[in-house]
């Protein structure tokens, strides 16, 4: 089990940019997959992006931000970033960091998954 803590989040004008960082501590890094979820006031949380655990890391998006967001990994650093472009107000949410060592997990967003963060918070607003 990872712990995982998020940053970068922020109040931000729509059109713009934001990237979201996650910070990794613990021994499982390296066999973990990663995704970023996202909940906003009054809705279910709900997926965002998965990157596998190999190198070079397969990536998925969730269609409301497919082109827009890239979600990443960096080993030597135990980091994973979401870099998320073209802003809009329905992106206003508390996003999430999550690991497991099952990509399914992420990817159905389980309530296997081992690890989360507490969240970091994304308001686009004019």
């Known amino acids: 089990q990872l712990h995982l803590v998020e940053s970068g989040g922020g109040r931000v004008q729509p059109g713009t940019s934001l990237t979201l960082s996650c910070a990794a501590s613990g021994s499982d890094f390296f066999t973990s997959h990663f995704g970023w979820f996202r909940q906003a006031p009054g809705k279910e949380r709900e997926f965002v992006a998965s990157?596998?655990?190999?190198?070079?890391?397969?990536?998925l998006y969730a269609d409301a931000v497919k082109g827009r967001f890239s979600i990443s990994r960096e080993n030597s650093k135990d980091m994973v970033y979401q870099q998320m472009n073209h802003l809009g107000p329905g992106d206003s949410a508390v996003y999430y960091c999550?690991?497991?060592?099952?990509?399914?997990?992420?990817?159905?967003?389980?309530?296997?998954?081992?690890?989360w963060g507490q969240g970091t918070q994304v308001s686009v607003s004019s």
């Open positions: 990157i596998s655990r190999r190198s070079g890391g397969s990536t």
């Open positions: 999550a690991a497991d060592n099952t990509l399914q997990h992420i990817i159905e967003e389980t309530k296997a998954i081992t690890s």
